[in-house]
């Protein structure tokens, strides 16, 4: 079993639609990252969290950390919103990022 | 300036050539990054250079010499590579000594090597 699980793996949705993408974890982190990369391209750090909610724009992230457990949500969402959507844990005791598999999102016009 | 820049962005280059990867940012951080990212995959951490000094070494092969001249500048130079050293090369950099340090990327350079 992964570190670090990303669900679902693939989504397809209309644009508008409210989207949420979710990160669960099985290690004791010290924060967790929400990253976008476009296809061919480099990566965007969105948010880097160690509690509670960050907002940006039409982006929100939200931890529980007793739970484990992380969730990114787009809202309005729009085709240049079309990316992978990664989730990386900072471990407690380490200083190399664990990576999700990502979660590839297409919003379709 | 929150921006890391990488060139070239595009390199194709044959298993005899030497070339070079370069790195840039200007945010005053101390901590710079290499990552190598194949195909649908997530970024494997390469080295990670700390106050201009080789920090970590992820035991990658000595054909991959990183190089930190200064604490805004960190050069990959490429020497007898392999095809399957083809990938996306990512530079991040971080603030140093914080609790935790979030990681700025770069937009890559994408890597051929025939």
């Known amino acids: 079993k992964n570190e670090v699980e990303q669900s679902p793996q693939n989504l397809t949705a209309q644009e508008g639609e409210f989207i949420t993408i979710n990160c669960s974890y099985s290690?004791?982190?010290?924060?967790l990252h929400w990253l976008q990369q476009h296809p061919g391209g480099g990566i965007v750090s969105l948010f880097m969290?160690?509690?509670?909610?960050k907002k940006h724009g039409r982006l929100i992230a939200t931890i529980n950390i007793q739970e484990k457990h992380s969730s990114l949500h787009i809202t309005a969402s729009h085709p240049r919103d079309s990316a992978v959507y990664i989730c990386?844990?900072?471990?407690?005791?380490?200083?190399?990022?664990?990576w999700g598999a990502g979660t590839k999102l297409i919003i379709k016009p | 300036d929150t921006e890391v820049t990488q060139t070239p962005k595009h390199l194709v280059m044959g298993m005899t050539n030497k070339k070079s990867l370069k790195c840039e940012q200007h945010?005053?951080?101390?901590?710079m990054y290499w990552y190598k990212q194949k195909a649908k995959k997530p970024p494997e951490l390469m080295f990670v250079?700390?106050?201009?000094?080789?920090?970590i070494n992820e035991s990658v092969p000595s054909r991959f010499s990183p190089e930190c001249p200064n604490s805004s500048l960190l050069n990959l130079h490429l020497h007898a590579l392999q095809p399957e050293d083809s990938a996306l090369y990512l530079c991040?950099?971080?603030?140093?000594?914080?609790?935790?340090?979030?990681?700025?990327f770069g937009p890559g350079t994408r890597l051929t090597v025939l």
């Open positions: 991040a950099s971080s603030q140093v000594g914080q609790l935790y340090n979030e990681q700025f």
């Open positions: 945010m005053g951080h101390r901590a």
């Open positions: 250079y700390s106050y201009e000094k080789l920090s």
């Open positions: 290690v004791g982190i010290s924060a």
């Open positions: 969290l160690s509690s509670g909610k």
């Open positions: 990386a844990v900072l471990p407690d005791s380490n200083y190399q990022l664990i």
